[in-house]
Antibody, heavy 119, light 110 residues
Framework: EVQLVESGGGLVKPGGSLRLSCEAS????????MNWVRQAPGKGLEWVSS????????YYADSMKGRFTISRDNAKHSLYLQMNSLRAEDTAVYYC????????????WGQGTLVTVSS | QAGLTQPPSVSKGLRQTATLTCTGN????????AAWLQQHQGHPPKLLSY???NRPSGISERFSTSRSGNTASLTITGVQPEDEADYYC???????????FGGGTKLTVL
């Protein structure tokens, strides 16, 4: 069964940094594009960033450009999100999400990791 | 980045048919269709339908999707209590080079 397990969330002060990780299992990780999607408490889904299977194509939401960096290590079946200059509005559950082959939709979601930015 | 437009809430009686809409533009829904997701309170979202309107394995036939122009629709036939959830549409915007989500529709089963 496909599994995506996020880690690295926690409490951080405004202006601080955090690195999220997502460990994938039970599928050929290197074949799939991956994403980070976040959800602020009581709010809807917000796309953060996407990375293609071989890391050739990387995209960010405007509000994350220059602050967040997505990366992956196919040998370790892992996806990462380095988050710098964190703001209170970055407080959210961050989900690791797999895109289906042929990119027909986000077909598997991790359980999420909570990031809280507060002084 | 502009998102997709969904009605905030829809209420339906048990066993009625609910139709949820998702409106975008020619760069996203109109060009590539939309995927649909269901999220129950306290759980991560689950994919209900691919952009091509096919259902992933294990998704009930009561959930069907379609698209007309820049608007995608999710139809839930014979609404059940367990269908009470938030529903999101998602599409890739080729102009923005970004994934966009709708704001979500909360389905209440009366």
């Amino acid at each position: 069964e496909v599994q995506l397990v996020e880690s690295g969330g926690g409490l951080v002060k405004p202006g601080g940094s955090l690195r999220l990780s997502c460990e994938a299992s039970d599928f050929t990780f290197s074949d799939y594009s991956m994403n980070w999607v976040r959800q602020a408490p009581g709010k809807g889904l917000e796309w953060v960033s996407s990375i293609s299977s071989g890391s050739s194509y990387i995209y960010y939401a405007d509000s994350m450009k220059g602050r967040f960096t997505i990366s992956r290590d196919n040998a370790k079946h892992s996806l990462y999100l380095q988050m710098n200059s964190l703001r209170a509005e970055d407080t959210a559950v961050y989900y690791c999400v797999r895109d289906s082959l042929s990119e027909q939709g986000p077909d598997f979601w991790g359980q999420g990791t909570l990031v809280t930015v507060s002084s | 980045q502009a998102g997709l437009t969904q009605p905030p809430s829809v209420s339906k009686g048990l066993r009625q048919t609910a139709t949820l809409t998702c409106t975008g533009n020619s760069n996203n829904v109109g060009k590539q269709g939309a995927a649909w997701l269901q999220q129950h309170q306290g759980h991560p979202p689950k994919l209900l339908s691919y952009r091509n309107n096919n259902r992933p394995s294990g998704i009930s036939e009561r959930f069907s999707t379609s698209r007309s122009g820049n608007t995608a629709s999710l139809t839930i036939t014979g609404v059940q209590p367990e269908d009470e959830a938030d529903y999101y549409c998602s599409a890739w915007d080729s102009s923005l080079r970004a994934r966009v989500f709708g704001g979500g529709t909360k389905l209440t089963v009366l």
